[in-house]
């Protein structure tokens, strides 16, 4: 009887002990990946409280600011222009009353900073918009909200319902889901 060695045993065991390591290199990928990607969305996240931080000074500049006592009778519009998110990064359109300073009333002042943050929120972030509401319909006691919108690269965030956090109820339902920046104010 001829004695067989068994050829070949080796060759499963380097092929397992690759598949074993390989399995344990995906989940390293997967979080290199993720720390890559944070910085960017940090960066979207700053961008987003610079402009709203911008946007609520504008309002308190503006001579019709219900905490200016001259304005204190007149309508405060800055809650009443319309909403600069579409999820999109179609340009924003042009009011047809823009003002140069120092020849601004306060219509076209509100007209003209709206129209620039609008701007600002679209060029800064990607598909960028700005919501404005006020606690009392005119804003003449000064107190409300504002939400900076814009739509991040796909993540695993986009994967979970509460990536649209703090985010007014009208946008939220959008697809895909904005991430939002919410700011309480007080002129």
Not at 26 to 49: D, E, H, I, N, S
Not at 54 to 81: D, H, I, S, T
Not at 88 to 98: H, N
Request: proline share 7%; net charge negative.
């Amino acid at each position: 009887m001829e004695n067989r060695s068994q050829s070949g045993a080796f060759l499963i065991e380097v092929l397992v002990a690759t598949l074993m390591l390989s399995l344990g290199v995906l989940p390293l990928v997967a979080m290199m990946t993720f720390a890559v990607q944070m910085p960017k969305l940090a960066g979207y996240r700053a961008t987003a409280v610079n402009l709203a931080s911008n946007y609520v000074e504008r309002m308190r500049a503006n001579p019709a600011n219900p905490a200016n006592p001259a304005g204190l009778a007149q309508l405060f519009p800055y809650g009443a222009k319309d909403s600069s998110y579409d999820g999109t990064q179609d340009a924003i359109g042009v009011p047809g009353s823009l003002c140069n300073y120092p020849d601004c009333e306060t219509a076209t002042l509100v007209t003209r900073d709206v129209y620039e943050m609008q701007v600002a929120a679209r060029r800064e972030l990607p598909a960028g918009g700005i919501v404005v509401s006020c606690d009392v319909g005119d804003c003449s006691n000064g107190i409300g909200n504002l939400w900076v919108m814009w739509q991040e690269p796909d993540s695993f965030d986009a994967l979970s319902p509460s990536s649209s956090d703090n985010c007014p109820t009208g946008v939220a339902s959008t697809d895909p889901n904005p991430r939002c920046l919410y700011v309480r104010f007080k002129l």
